[in-house]
């Protein structure tokens, strides 16, 4: 059984960072065509902030966060991260990971961690 759980959110001043992590058991990362990383900030829809491809290697972005977000994986450790600089409180959400095998909708998801950006 996949699983994917998140960490690594908390609190944080705005132009402060934080790096969440996306570990997956029950099968390894490089099984997955693409590992992805959503937000869903309170009265919005959820919206795609970047993902990384798995095999080939290669990321993509959200306008609204790139340069200030890094995606990157570790496959001993079966984990991806997403680090975020330079955050502004329009980045408040709920940050969730999710994972796809093949091309199309995203399969797994996590619970998602909670991220706080104050002014």
């Known amino acids: 059984q996949v699983q994917l759980v998140e960490s690594g959110g908390g609190l944080v001043q705005a132009g402060g960072s934080l790096r969440l992590s996306c570990t997956a058991s029950?099968?390894?990362?490089?099984?997955?065509?693409?590992v992805g990383w959503f937000r869903q900030a309170p009265g919005k829809a959820r919206e795609f902030v970047g993902s990384?491809?798995?095999?080939?290697?290669?990321?993509n972005y959200a306008d609204s966060v790139k340069g200030r977000f890094t995606i990157s994986s570790d496959n001993a450790k079966n984990t991806v991260y997403l680090q975020m600089n330079s955050l502004k409180p329009a980045d408040s959400a709920v940050y969730y990971c999710?994972?796809?095998?093949?091309?199309?909708?995203?399969?797994?998801w996590g619970q998602g961690t909670q991220v706080t950006v104050s002014s």
């Open positions: 999710a994972a796809r095998l093949v091309p199309g909708q995203f399969e797994f």
């Open positions: 029950g099968r390894t990362y490089s099984d997955y065509y693409t």
């Open positions: 990384i491809f798995m095999r080939r290697g290669g990321t």
